[in-house]
């Protein structure tokens, strides 16, 4: 029996783990600091209102023999697939039902669609990145190639007609640089990939972050993205399910692709391997996804996001009167920022602990290019952000 050599490609993934070991230690040399952590990309706030109600009423469901639900559906229960279709409606997008896929979150969807590519697919990932991206493609094998965000793009590379690749991953807002590409700047990518036969995985969990209404919060609001695109969202920063688990995947029947001879639909591939492999999100967790899509939940959870939104201004307005480069914020719950004095990552990291007592989490943990940059977030307490805000003016 042998193991999988593909994982001794993985570089171990020290951020977190180095993070927390240098937090004890400096909790241990000053027990009385009072820590301000804007370093994880968890939520904190509590599930909407409509959320709760909609899920106590499913728990009742589950208790009556007429009501009680057991497997969900193969693609999820069409009262959610019919939420989200209203959704993309809103945003002038038109889907058809069984173009969606309702499973337990991103990071799952994001993964294991790669059970559907050819073996030999090559990968392009933006450089930094959301690392999940870069693992799942080691893990099995595939190469990778990496595309330069840089300060001088303002962290959103564009495509090179010079590099081949078959499966493009683009985070919009991104992960971890809060950057957002335009209409155009996507459009770029949707022409690039049906030029060069390409997919695009386009991660859209952070849309709701997104006011701007001349952004685009999908990729099918780029002309030709059904034939090229498939979208993987979330509500686990749309709605706080990061503890519930539930997203959704869209794959357009547009979509066609070969496989050996022939041209199959990627749509009809992806169903048959969550049919084999996949048995669906509790009825109950679909029914407060629905709520949070309704009018009611839509106003709750974007008053959520909204104050996350004001604790990024917080920070990033410090940052503009310190002088300090950024991005993000705006459409976005990260801010990702230049450290200050051409410091590296990591020393900015262990100057921000020891003199404001904030934890942030260095950008070279999210890939080479990440180096020299450093990522707040703006999940936390207001009375936490404004008083990170404090100390990081006495810098
Ligand atoms: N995509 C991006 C860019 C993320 O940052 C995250 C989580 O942090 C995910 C996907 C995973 O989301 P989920 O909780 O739905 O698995």
Redesign the pocket.
Known sequence: MLLNKDFLKLQDSYLFITIDQKVKAFMADNPNAKLIKLGI??VTLPLAPAVIQAMHKAVEDMSKAETFKGYSSDQGYPFLQEAILGYYAKKGVELELDDIFIG???????SNMLDIFDKGSVALVPDPV?P?YVDTNIMCGRELKYLSGNQANSFLPLPDSKMKADIIYL?SP???TGSVYTKDQLKCWVDYALSMDALILF?S??EIFIDDCNLPSSIYQIPGAKQCAIE??????TAG??GV???YTIVPKELVKKAGENESSVNAFWKRRQNTKFNGVSYITQRGAEAALSDEGFAQIKENAAYYKQNAKIISDVLTELGIWYTGGENSPYVWLKCPGGKSSWEFFDQLLREAHVVGTPGSGFGMNGDGYFRLTAFGARENVENAAKRLRHL
């Not at 337990?104 to 994001?110: H, L, P, V, Y």
């Not at 993987?232 to 920063?237: D, L, M, T």
């Open positions: 990309g968890d337990d979150g991103a990071k799952s969807d994001i959301y999940v985070c991104n992960n971890p991660d969990a952070y993987i969202c979330s509500f686990s920063k399910f990061t688990r539930c997203g």
